[in-house]
């Protein structure tokens, strides 16, 4: 499978080719404050299988262990690297081209769940803005 992406300006490309790993939902408290949302979407990539394609993003240490990589250009939040597993890299799912391709299939950090977070699903859809 051949999974492309980047950043929102486009500055930021890249490329993976493999089977993904793991996808998910985390819940912890850095990737809401890194994110600005409740949650963040996530899918696991081999490291030996992903490389940038167009300008390398500028890099954010958030934890002794964890780096997050971003666009300097237009903030975009492209990944998450641990130095405890070093052969993946958590790509966030919404920079993918197409996040279709990679679903979640879990939820993790969920002690730090916001509370009317599982509600969502119930809340009114508007196909444009609301």
């Known amino acids: 499978m051949k999974l492309t992406g980047g950043c929102l300006c486009g500055a930021v490309r890249y490329e993976f080719e493999g089977r993904p790993g793991a996808a998910g939902w985390c819940h912890c408290r850095m990737c809401q404050r890194a994110s ?3 949650a963040q979407t996530y899918v696991q990539l ?3 299988a992903f490389r940038f394609t167009a300008a390398e993003p500028a890099v954010y240490r958030s ?7 971003f ?3 237009c903030g975009s939040q492209i990944d998450f690297r641990d130095a405890e597993e070093p052969d993946w890299i958590s790509v966030n799912s919404g920079t ?3 996040p279709a391709l990679a679903p979640p299939d879990r939820h993790i950090w969920t ?3 916001v509370s009317w977070f599982g509600k969502a699903g119930d809340l009114p859809r508007f196909d444009h803005g609301g």
């Open 46 to 48: 081999a490291a030996d």
């Open 96 to 98: 993918l081209d197409e």
């Open 111 to 113: 002690e730090s769940e």
């Open 71 to 73: 666009c300097a250009v």
């Open 36 to 38: 600005g949302a409740p």
């Open 63 to 69: 934890s002794t262990h964890g780096k997050r990589r």
